[in-house]
Every structure is written in C-alpha cells, then in structure tokens.
Nanobody
Framework: QVQLVESGGGLVQPGGSLRLSCVAS????????MGWYRQAPGNQRELVAG???????LYADSVKGRFTISRDNAKNTVYLQMNSLKPEDTAVYYC?????????????WGQGTQVTVSS
C-alpha cells in the first residue's frame, strides 16, 4: 500500500513563495510519474504540474514560469516550488502517484495541504 504525505502549505502574501513536499512510502515511487493537483472551493480538482520518472515536466498554463516541480527518487519525494503566488492560487494542494501505465492521475492521493494567498 502506498501512502503519500504532503507538507509545506500555509498562509503567504501575494508575491510570496512556498515549497510543498510530498513523501511517498513504498518502492514504486521512482518508476511512476508524479503530479501536483489543486482544488479550490466550488472548483474541480485540476492538474498543476507533473513529472515523469525520467524528470520531464509539464505545467498548467496558469502556473508556467512561476511553479517548478522536481523529484528526488533517493528520498521518495516530489516537490512543488511556488513563486510569485497570487490569490487565485489559493486551494488545497494534493500530490498524486501516477498509474502503472505512466499516466496521471493514478489511484493514490495524499491528504492535501492548504495554501492560502492573501494580504
């Protein structure tokens, strides 16, 4: 059974930065893609950024140039560096372990971490 545990959320002023971390249990982390998703009240969960097992990345248009996803397979950890944060980035952020076929989302989700951008 895979467990994903996020951390790093909080309250930040517009223009500020946060770094989210997600630690995965189990031995399959390094061979699966990972994704960060977010869900704001009243909205559907959306993909923010994804990273393949080989390190290729993709981003939602709304965060390109501001967010960076990375992974450390030795630590079973995926990160989301968020810079130049805007109020519209406020949401619960979830990490996801990609499926066996290498697609996102997979079946495993973290519990979520709240990010609030407000002055």
């Amino acid at each position: 059974q895979v467990q994903l545990v996020e951390s790093g959320g909080g309250l930040v002023q517009p223009g500020g930065s946060l770094r989210l971390s997600c630690v995965a249990s189990g031995s399959i982390f390094s061979i699966r893609p990972m994704g960060w998703y977010r869900q704001a009240p009243g909205n559907q969960r959306e993909l923010v950024a994804g990273i393949t097992s080989g390190g290729s990345t993709l981003y939602a248009d709304s965060v390109k140039g501001r967010f960076t996803i990375s992974r450390d397979n030795a630590k079973n950890t995926v990160y989301l560096q968020m810079n130049s944060l805007k109020p519209e980035d406020t949401a619960v952020y979830y990490c996801n372990l990609g499926g066996r076929a290498g697609v996102l989302p997979g079946d495993y989700w973290g519990q979520g971490t709240q990010v609030t951008v407000s002055s």
